[in-house]
């Protein structure tokens, strides 16, 4: 009798035992998922901000008309990257604002041999997504895809269908000795780690 009265209790108890185990070991890798995307935010973000601050040093030198409008940009990007980069989400809407000043910025560089083109179609509003997850292809595509020696072509679409993203983004390989393998390599890896914690599916 007591023997049959046991049974039932450790078996309630093992069972209770591993689920609880379960929980805790899906709650550690969902904490350690958390930290590593924090982590891939920030080695991108100071990464963006270096090379923006670069064209806006230029203008400087060139003393520029353009200047004060870049600082505004920069300014608006900067506030952006501070206000949002622990978010999760953040509105669709406004990661394409910021996508446009970033735009702007790199914009204010180039000369009438860049052919650019941005496209945007569809309803922005109500959509979230993850913050920072677009703007390494385009700082790619202007870091690679422009040469004032060259006719340099980059192209930028944004189109949202039925709550869908497409995102495409177009560029000739034209600054040849600025391509750096590595750094290439390393942002886009740390890009797709990033899809891959926030969009595992």
Do not use: C, W
Request: charge should be neutral; avoid cysteine; hydrophobic fraction near 40%.
């Amino acid at each position: 009798m007591i023997f049959a009265s046991v049974v039932p209790f450790l078996f309630s108890f093992l069972s209770s035992f591993f689920i609880f185990r379960n929980e805790e070991k899906k709650e550690l890798e969902r904490s350690k998922a958390k930290a590593e995307l924090l982590n891939l935010k920030y080695q991108l973000q100071p990464h963006f901000l270096f090379n923006i601050l670069n064209s806006i040093y230029s203008l400087a030198l060139l003393k520029s008309d353009d200047a004060p409008n870049g600082i505004l940009k920069l300014s608006n990007v900067m506030r952006y990257v501070v206000q949002e980069s622990s978010k999760d989400f953040v509105d669709l809407s406004k990661e394409i604002e910021y996508i446009k000043d970033y735009i702007a910025l790199q914009l204010l560089r180039t000369d009438s041999s860049l052919d650019f083109n941005y496209t945007e179609i569809g309803d922005l509003k109500n959509l979230k997504i993850a913050p920072f997850i677009l703007i390494n292809f385009i700082e790619n595509a202007f870091k690679y895809g422009f040469n004032t020696e060259d006719n340099s072509k980059i192209s930028i679409k944004i189109i949202v269908q039925e709550g869908i993203l497409n995102f495409v983004v177009y560029n000739k390989i034209v600054n040849k000795n600025g391509t750096e393998k590595h750094s290439l390599k390393v942002g886009l890896k740390n890009t797709f780690e990033h899809l891959t914690q926030v969009y595992a599916d």
